[in-house]
């Protein structure tokens, strides 16, 4: 070997050992939990059915995974959001006894080697002054860098002492033309609706809708949500409201001048159901069936526009999820990737806006990676939609691209796994 190859392959070894120095904290920090806003590359932490059980009617505890980092107690705060109130609490542990008191619910943990750390294995115990209700009780434990849901733990209690369902759920993306609806059977036999549109001035299509439900064999109507007041996505909703008995509805604040609109106010206060305008935000659940979760991962989010307002819901089931986005922009898409990072990752998409160019953006695709993406839409529609741009990238981060214009009603089916309800402590 020549002096000047020697010398080459010196500053080669010298290049790569300076290299591994500087990228090394960077690796530890991931092999720790990696960067702070808690993605979706193995940060963060999901419970298991077999991490809650049940001590009595009124005490719950809950075994910790491995968090990473591992927080202090004192740094964390514990997010309960309670089913049977739809309240959501949050507060921080302080001083050494490390309990917090959300109205008639007492949280303490146990720090069982009693060193002022949120160890794997270590139990958070949850005790009421009543028997736990029915329903999805979602817990988070958030500290700096690691929040949202970042680090979920959850437990069902279902009516009528069950035990556990299995899963068996039915979602219709129903054949309205350029329009949003979606019907949603789930295991534990709740009926809800998001969205109930037709195309603009086409009220021929209002039977065409009905007509969907009554074969599909639908009775009651447990919730209706409406994504946002453009009338493609309410304009049915009236008539909807006047056939079945309908338990609850949801929208967003925004509301609209139209008389559909009105027509659709005056329709929900005939019915005297539950209503929500907006009342909820960004991170609640939807108190809307004891097996499958609903998120709500945008509400009013920008609110310069109907669009920008709209209710975006991550279902969550046994075995899959599914993501309604209405007619979110990509605007509204970054907040939803940055605030809900691993919320973003679903099964199935619900295009945003009927395919537009305005929505279905790359830096939301790479999160969400949908393997199926339906687009509402109607054959040869005015709007163009959907647009090349927006099915380019769709082509590009999903496995299986659904158009209503072309296969009519399409049905996802969610099934197989089981949904256990809280067990008796071991």
Known sequence: MSKSTKKSAVAIVIMILLLCILIYPYLSDMEEGGASGGGISGNGFISTADQSHKIDDKTVEITLGELKPIPKVTDATIVLYNPENDVKYSESFEGSEYKITFEDITVTFDDTNGDGLMDAEEKLVFENDDAFGAGIWNIEVNYDGYSN????????????????????????????????????????????????????????????????????????????????PDYDHIAGAAAVLEKYEVGSFYTCKKDSPSATYSKLVEAVNNEKCETHYGDFSAGDYLNLSTTESFRVLAVDALNTDANSASVVIRMSCASSSIMFTGDAPSEVEQIIIKDFTRDADVDVLKVGHHGSRTASSEEFLKIATPEISVISCGAGNSYGHPHAEALERLEKYSTEIIRIDEVGKYTYVSEGGTIAGLSAAS
């Open 149 to 228: 849901g970042t680090n979920t733990y959850r437990f069902h209690i279902f009516e009528n002492n069950v035990e556990e369902y299995t899963e068996n759920v039915r979602i219709n993306f129903l054949d309205v033309g350029q329009a949003d609806s979606a019907l949603i059977f789930t295991s534990d036999n709740k009926t809800i609706m998001i969205d109930a549109g037709i195309p603009l001035n086409k009220t021929s299509y209002i039977p065409k809708l009905l007509d969907q439900l009554e074969k599909l064999g639908v009775e009651k109507i447990d919730a209706l949500i409406l994504t946002h």
